[in-house]
Every structure is written in C-alpha cells, then in structure tokens.
C-alpha cells in the first residue's frame, strides 16, 4: 500500500534513533553548525537582536537552553532569539532547491531542546539531521518546486518549512511516537506564514526564529495531548483528483499555491541526502545577490576609482523577487539589493557584515553607481551565476562572470575557507581564544560534552 505525504513524513522522523549517517553526513551537519555559530555570534549587535532579547528577557521564562552570549532560557525563547539571530545578517547557510535557510530554523531547536533536556550531542545532531531532510524535501524543488513557488507568490519559504524542521527536529529529541509527531507537524504547517514584503527589515530574521520557536512550540503542544489536522501535507488538488475537495479538506499547497503551479518533490528520503547540496554563503546579503556580487570583485582591481557610466547584469529571475531593490535606503535594504551589493563589490569592498552601514550608505562613490545598474532577468539561467559588464566614461568596457558562485555545492567552501569566514565572524564579539575553542568544539561535535562547552563559551560576551 503507498503510503500518503504525511504518513511518510512521520515514519521518516520516527525511525531517527535507528538511521544510520555516513561519515560525510556527519560532516555536512557539523559545517552547517559551525557556519550557524559564526553567523549566529557575528549578529549579536545587529539591530534586529536588540528588541528580540529584550521581549524575551521580558517574559522572564526560565530553563537550560542557552541564549547566544546571554543568560538561559525555555528552549522555544531561546531558540526565537538564536534562530533570529543566525538569520540576521542574512550570511547563513542556504538551500540551493529553495528551501531557504535551514540551519537558522533546525540547529536552533535541535540545540535548544538538546540543552535543555541534557541530551548527547550525537542524538542532537541526528535531530538536526532530520529536521534538515524534512524541511528541504518539503521546500525543494528549484524553479518549479515548493519553495520557488512560494517565493514568487510572496511568501518565505524559512518562515514556512522551516516550521517543520524545527517540528521534526524536536519531535526526535523529545521521542514523540507517530501519531504525536503527526499532530506536530499539523500544528506546524497551521501556523506557518512569512512575507517576502519583511525583506530588508527585521520581519526576515525573524522568520527563522519564529520558525525554530514555533517548531518547538508544536512538538511541546503534541506531547502535551494537542490533536491537529492529519492531513496537511498531502498533495490536494494537485493529486488531480476530479472531485473538488471541501475547505476543510483542503491542504497546505492548496492554500498557498492555489493555482497549484508547482511540483513537490517525491518524499523519497532514502534515495538522497539534501544536506549535501548545503550551500555557505561567503558575502553578507540576500543569495539572489552573491553571484553578481563575485563577478563584480573580480573587476574591482581594474576600477580603482574611475567612474562608472553603466552596469549591465544578467542574474536569474529570483534575483529581482528576492534582492531587486534598486533604491536600498537602510543598510538591512542593501543586503536585498543587487545593485547596491554590486556597487560595494566595484569598489574593493568585501561584502561582508561590516560593509552594510550608514556610512557606506552615505559613500558617494558606492551610492553613485547603484541607480546606473540594470538588471536584466534571463529565463533558464541557473540562480548560482551571474554576467557583469561595465562600462566607464573613459570608454573601457569591463567584463565578467560567475558560472559557479563560491559556497554553492559544486564550489564548496573548504574547512579553511569556514574558519576564516567564522574567525571573521566570532572574534570582534567574543575574542580569539574562545572563537578558535568554539570553532574546533562544533567542528568535533560528536564528542561526548561538546553541546556544554558551547554553551559555556557563549555565556557572554568578550
């Protein structure tokens, strides 16, 4: 007998505890939780974390689970102010398929719930690992997948599935047999939502950590006795099915992509690992901009302060849903805009967290060559490419390309190219010595009292 959407979501997460994760899983999960750090510690005194921290220190919740360079919390709060955190700067980890940004949402909860319930590291890391799977076989899909679809219809695929990896995430830790889990992700999917129109605000961080909270949140409610729908997963009307089916029959893809233009990918978890597209992020700003962002580094060298007459890039179409403000007025705008982030990347900048300030806003000679970029969207150009060409009022005309941005899985990023990207991250918060201590603790996760050295290291700040 085939078994339906939601049955084999459950069964997937259920058999956690008896899976078996070869040697590069493992290591996949472990890049992932070193990148969530950085990100996570980097962002500590970004503008989004000062209001979060302060509504949930205000609710004066007590538990085990460590708040990032701060006191602890219950893990649903603690996992809101990570996940938000990690997702602020917009420098973590990305789905390829279009699933969004996966570790904000599943290594907040898996390591809330881990710390809280004094859980081992190698469980914690299995809860990840599924939460993960979950979230991005349900958003995946590239162009004509959930995740996609959601995007060009205004909605952010984290915000959404991330529910659901966090739910799943949680579900392991907390050993929730198959008809809890079931109600779990019934609650996830019932509260999922998040707007594309929150970019370059701090609505978009938010998102992952409401996310992770609200993945806890369900899987708690479950546990608890709280019946949900069971039916919230399957496929609809996209089944074909010629019998118009009630509202209350009616699924999530059938509410969120009501003209049902989209194709979920099979939940075929024992045919491929999705971690292992994991994509790193190595520039600041929204992933419809990195590919346009490295083409233009490659060119600044040969600019050196002459003026640009006229940027002309070709980046794929999810570049102008995702990044197309043109005109970024706020330094969180910048991150979304492909224009602005080009701009930086002539100049010499980096492109990285310190580049997105005021003052940078205010630096004519970035701010002058944003309103002379063009984009033009191309059908079928793949989203990890980009093709720059520029030219300046001498009459040199200036060209280059991305075929594969940096940190895209046929590009990876090495352990080296991590560590520079954490050190960059972690150090101006919490020093040296405890970024190279933090860096090689996760990077070992599996070592039994890794999850409590973490913690210790980010008690506080510098």
């Not at 939460?131 to 995007?151: D, N």
Request: aromatic share 6%; proline share 5%.
């Amino acid at each position: 007998m085939r078994l339906g959407r939601n049955q084999l979501l459950v069964s997937y997460i259920a058999a956690t505890a008896t899976r078996k994760f070869p040697g590069e899983i493992i290591d996949a999960a472990k890049r992932a939780l070193v990148d969530f750090l950085g990100v996570a510690v980097g962002a500590y005194n970004d503008a989004p974390m000062r209001p979060v921290r302060a509504t949930v220190k205000r609710w004066s919740a007590t538990g085990s689970a460590r708040i990032f360079i701060g006191g602890q919390t219950t893990p649903a709060l603690a996992a809101l102010a990570n996940g938000t955190m990690a997702h602020a700067m917009d420098f973590d980890d990305t789905h390829p398929g279009g699933a969004g940004h996966p570790s904000a949402c599943c290594w907040s909860a898996a390591l809330a719930i881990a710390e809280h319930h004094d859980i081992d590291e190698r469980s914690a890391m299995a809860a990840f690992l599924t939460g993960y799977e979950v979230m991005c076989k349900l958003g995946g899909g590239y162009a004509t997948g959930v995740g996609r679809s959601l995007q060009r219809r205004g909605l952010h695929p984290t915000s959404i599935v991330g529910r659901m990896g966090a739910a799943a995430a949680t579900s392991v830790l907390m050993k929730l047999n198959e008809q809890q889990i079931g109600y779990a992700l019934g609650v996830a999917a019932t509260t999922a939502g998040g707007l594309v129109g929150s970019f370059g605000t701090h609505g978009k961080p938010f998102h992952a950590g409401k996310a992770a909270m609200d993945g806890i949140l369900a899987a708690q409610l479950a546990a608890d006795g709280f019946v949900a729908a069971t039916h919230l997963y399957e496929l609809g009307e996209l089944d074909k099915t010629p019998r118009k089916k009630a509202a209350h029959q009616a699924t999530l893809l059938d509410v969120f992509i009501q003209d049902h233009d989209v194709e979920p990918l099979p939940l075929d978890f024992d045919q491929s690992w999705e971690i292992l597209t994991n994509a790193f992020k190595p520039y600041a700003s929204c992933r419809a901009t990195q590919a346009s962002t490295q083409a233009a580094r490659t060119l600044a060298g040969k600019i050196a302060g002459r003026t640009i007459k006229r940027v002309h890039a070709k980046v794929h179409p999810n570049a102008l849903i995702t990044a197309g403000k043109l005109a970024p007025r706020t330094p969180l705008e910048g991150k979304f805009s492909v224009p602005f982030c080009i701009a930086l990347a002539l100049r010499g900048h980096a492109v990285v967290a310190t580049d997105f300030t005021d003052a940078k806003m205010h630096d004519a000679a970035v701010m002058d060559i944003v309103p002379v970029v063009e984009l033009e969207a191309v059908q079928g150009q793949p989203p990890h490419s980009a093709h720059l060409d520029v030219y300046l009022t001498d009459g040199e005309h200036l060209h280059a390309d991305t075929d594969i941005v940096i940190g895209h899985p046929d590009n990876p990023m090495s352990w080296d190219d991590l560590r520079v990207k954490f050190e960059g991250l972690a150090v101006p918060v919490i020093g040296a010595d405890k970024a190279k201590t933090l860096f090689d603790t996760a990077r070992s996760f599996e070592q039994p009292g890794s999850l409590p050295k973490i913690s210790a290291l980010l008690a506080g700040a510098r």
